[in-house]
DNA sequence: TTGTAAGCGTTATCAG
DNA sequence: CTGATAACGCTTACAA
């Protein structure tokens, strides 16, 4: 493949001139210019762009890091981040870590090798202080519901979405309410036990540890609730659920087993993704694609600005459907 | 950032020892391999991704070009290609389309500049001709059911798959059929088209252009169908539908009407997807993530064999469940 | 407005 | 086993 230099050579012009052009730079005479396009054009020339990047020290390419690709809630975050990236012609490179540290960690390495100029974390399952370790190499972004001052991040208020969703199970009249949480381990699932638990507390209530349900993620984990839920003796009058998906399996797999909702049990959830809608379950709107473009643009505005490290707090809005 | 000079110069070596450290390289004696080491070590320093792809000429890097990353198909056939690239050690980057062709000659461009050493297409809209132009820079792997030699492609047969589920339906009684396609300019949309058209002929049934429904992708996509059949004079009693998001928002917004599946009418679609099992939606299984492996697998036969081409079909399954 | 030349940080060849 | 040194292809002072 030809290079600049025999641009140059061919065109009759300096490499520096090339390279002007190529990158639109003011003063450099219409002659030329043309005589550089020309040759290009000639030559089907394309600059290789990983000169330009050890050139440059930097790529315009960010990571994203995401536990699974394959979960509408993620594609939608994933998909604000792409349309916000492609506005600022940065490309996206993908790290799929299934929540595991030393797939994070590798995200991180390849910063600190300068083929990502920074990272969004749509999770995160590595320790902060190992995070502060890759602080000041380039901008950082997590998307949770953060508590420090290091990073700039993008979340909902979970505790108070949480909380939102219960009191509305509550106003309606119920208090035998069981939930269901994704991931135990994660911080969110922590502060939403919490929650829950005060809340009980609060309205009078046992508090019931087998009623709090984890690993809810996907679709057919509702059947699991379900199953679960057909052996307890004292059974729940609401759920409150971590996510559409989860919900819509519940009420299809409560379908299957003539049990009918809200009838039998109410059901309120998280996200208002298209399936809550169809179905008419009654959600706690998340803004997941927004959560993505604003993560995109704090990733802007911090490699602007490396101490940057706003809390961006989107709001979350509850849909009153037929399922409570 | 310290660089491979001063790595060297600290250790005391020369920089080729260096960088045959770095790179496992046999043939150095372990008192300058330790020596290297504790000065990486001590300097923390990191190899400069960017130099190595300029010197190599490669990058490791393959560009995943696909219409939207938030959709069920598109998410499973992404997370097959990242489950296998990481097994490969390469790096995705993505290049969300939206269809556009411009998009995706963006991610050919960055092809030619050596930003990736191939592309997978999950989706094209680019005519063949244009992708010509590329071939031999780098593999080019095409999800679809290609009928031409250039490129090595993955898919299933759709036009038997489609044929399958036509032949299901007359099997169980029905002869008025409309059907549910995806995007009608696609290829595969035409083929269907085509092979409806003729079934209807073989069965003796008349064909009716208007039982043709276009643009059919998403979950709330279901809702417009319902609303069409509402106004049909005559009525299809089965339903043959490109995805199994569209039959689920159908037999969703069904139920919203007072109709039930499958006695007013009968629902057959693609995919096998979680959400169909859930709601007993009879369907054909298409094995998304696993025609992106073998997409990425093709990818990479072809980076070791420019010449390689093979079409890979991956089988369709029948799942017998409760809508037809 | 133009050109020269010094980086950017590796890898790879070739001689020792 | 080891080390010079020439690529790789571009950007950017600096000088003219």
Redesign the interface.
Known sequence: MANIREIARLAGVSVSTVSRVLNNHPYVSTAKKDAVLKTIEKLDY??????V??SQGK?N?VGVVLP?????YF??L??GI??EA?KHNV????F?TDYNQD?ELEAL??L????IDGVIFCSRAVQFDLLLNYKGIGPTVLCEDADQQEFPSVSIKHVEAFNLGLDYLVSKGHEKIAICLGRLEGTNSQKRKAAYEKKMKVIGEKFRREWIIGQCL???D??KVIDEYLEWDEKPTAFLVGNDQVA??MI??AK?NELTVPEDFAVISFDNH??S????ITTIEIPT?QLGSSAFMAYIDQSKDIEYSDKIVLPVKLWERKSV
Not at 46 to 51: D, E, F, T
Not at 68 to 72: E, F, L, R, V, Y
């Open positions: 394309s600059r290789n762009i990983n000169a990047h050890l790529t390419m699974t690709i394959n979960h509408p594609s939608a994933l998909e792409a349309e492609m490309q996206l490179v993908l799929q797939k390495e390849q600190r090798g300068h083929l996907m679709i057919e509702g059947k819509a399996g299809a797999e299957n298209p399936i809608k169809i179905l008419g694609k």
